[in-house]
């Protein structure tokens, strides 16, 4: 299914260049169709069938590229596990899912672990044979959500569906051969994945792997080769807003930059239209689901909502009747995600989504997010969202991060985490406690050089809750500036 559709984009042009990464190393669509053969061989030979689960622990390459077309064709199962993850964890992972293998760049399987090994890099060619390419609609990704509320999970797709997914947003978002993306997040998730490596290949384009902290060189790799689709984090686009407005750069090319997966303030919008030259286009999806709402509109997207993609249907279930307008996401497509491992045994797929994300109806009828439920916020203005307080108090400071963390047995009180040295907190604290007494919002404070990330982007909120409640001892990195009161 997804090796055919790229089988057609090679037979259009084989000499076109399919993926450069950051080191500058490049591969045609040919070369590329070489690469995923060569890899079906291997994978093959070592006796690796439809249905087996392939874990892997790899960085981005173009090797991870060919790879995920090389088990999408022979109806491999593929756990992708983060670098970044602790050895107890993927211990756990690999064993959770029965792994067959564990595919690492050298195939070193690290001590303790009872799973063959499998090297990504080969370091001679391959003399094996690949085996007929066949269409297969079974279970094709085992995904971890981003474990940005709580414990990640494992989000699972079906090959049928997950194609259907990718399609379904190439046409509604108007993508074609002509495109040049700039992916700039792990390939171990579905932000890289699903809007990035899949819309560019399956559609003749070119793509460009980057990394997320390299911002000078991703800024670069915008201008000088002229990307036109970019989905990132609100923080991405203001750290390239930052960059940009260094050495006066305009991204005048980039007439898709997607931006998703996080609460974006419309001041976040107002700053990269004037810094970048770009105006920010509003998408809202998730693991499980895939796409749900987007705003395609070309004109500056401040203080206006999105729209369901596509066929996908959406609902807003209201949580209070005082506020008839907010209320949680709900979802149903004909392509989305299979639910939760382990599979169900009754299907899921045509089910009701329950996000979990509230968002309110705007007078227009569109929709604009505010939050998980878990973020409401009592206080005395009314219900408010962690995100949107993070933004506001980000902005007024000067911060890089804030986090609000509700309270998970009180909503009408949290913990306010500023992104700051303890020199630097001190000093920002009247303003800081200015500022909630202005939010009406009652939240005891502290300060830490740097807030922990998932492998997203996002900041790690469990790992902030695990933080906060453990034994004094584990709490130096903290700084207290106020107490709950």
Not at 289 to 305: E, K, P, V
Request: include cysteine; glycine fraction near 8%; charged fraction near 20%.
């Amino acid at each position: 299914m997804f090796l055919q559709r790229f089988h057609s984009m090679a037979a259009r042009d084989r000499h076109k260049m399919a993926v450069i990464d950051n080191q500058g190393a490049a591969r045609t669509y040919g070369e590329l169709l070489h690469d995923i053969e060569q890899l079906r061989g291997r994978l093959h030979a070592a006796g690796l069938r439809e249905g087996n689960v392939v874990a892997t622990q790899l960085g981005n390459s173009i090797d991870y590229v060919a790879l995920l077309l090389a088990m999408a064709s022979l109806g491999l199962v593929h756990c992708p596990i983060s670098t970044s993850s602790s050895p107890g964890h993927r211990a756990m992972r690999i064993d959770q899912v029965g792994a067959s293998v564990l595919i690492t760049e050298q195939g070193f399987v690290p001590d303790g672990l009872d799973v063959p090994g499998f090297a990504l890099c080969a370091p001679e060619p391959a003399d094996t044979e690949s085996p007929l390419t066949q269409v297969f609609t079974g279970l094709m990704r085992m995904q971890e959500t981003s474990g940005s509320t709580g414990i990640p999970k494992l989000a699972l797709w079906r090959q049928d569906r997950l194609f259907g997914e990718i399609m379904h947003w190439v046409e509604c978002a108007g993508l074609d051969a002509c495109d040049r993306y700039l992916n700039i997040h792990t390939l171990d998730g579905g932000h890289a994945v699903d809007l990035h490596v899949f819309p560019a290949l399956l559609t003749g384009a070119t793509l460009h792997l980057g990394e997320a902290g390299q911002v000078e060189d991703n800024l670069r790799v915008l201008d000088e080769h002229r990307i036109t689709v970019m989905s990132a984090l609100p923080s991405q686009y203001l750290e390239l807003a930052k960059a940009a407005q260094r050495q006066s750069v305009r991204l005048t090319a980039l007439e898709n930059p997607f931006c998703g997966g996080a609460y974006l303030d419309d001041q976040v919008v107002l700053d990269v239209e004037r810094c970048l030259g770009v105006k920010i286009k509003r998408i809202y999806g998730s693991t499980e689901f895939g796409m749900i709402l987007a705003n395609f509109d070309t004109r500056l997207q401040a203080g206006c909502g999105m729209r369901p993609v596509g066929d996908v249907e959406v609902e807003l279930v209201v949580l209070d009747p005082a506020q008839p307008d907010i209320g949680e996401i709900i979802a149903r497509s004909s392509h989305r995600g299979s639910g939760y491992f382990p599979l169900p045994a009754k299907p899921v797929e045509d089910d009701a989504y329950f996000s979990g994300d509230i968002a309110q109806r705007l007078a227009d009828g569109s929709l604009i997010l505010l939050g998980r439920s878990t973020d409401a916020l009592l206080t005395r203005q009314g219900t408010q969202f962690a995100p949107a307080l993070e933004g506001r108090i980000a902005l007024a400071l000067g911060l890089e991060r804030a986090v609000v963390l509700v309270d998970l047995h009180d909503c009408s009180q949290a913990h306010v985490v500023v992104q700051a040295d303890a020199a630097t907190a001190h000093d920002l604290l009247p303003r800081l406690v200015g500022l909630l007494e202005k939010f009406g919002v009652r939240a005891g404070i502290v300060a830490l050089e740097w807030i922990p990330l998932t492998p997203t982007g996002k900041p790690d909120r469990a790992r902030l809750r695990e933080l906060l409640s453990a034994p004094h001892t584990a709490k130096e990195a903290f700084t207290l500036l106020k107490d709950l009161i």
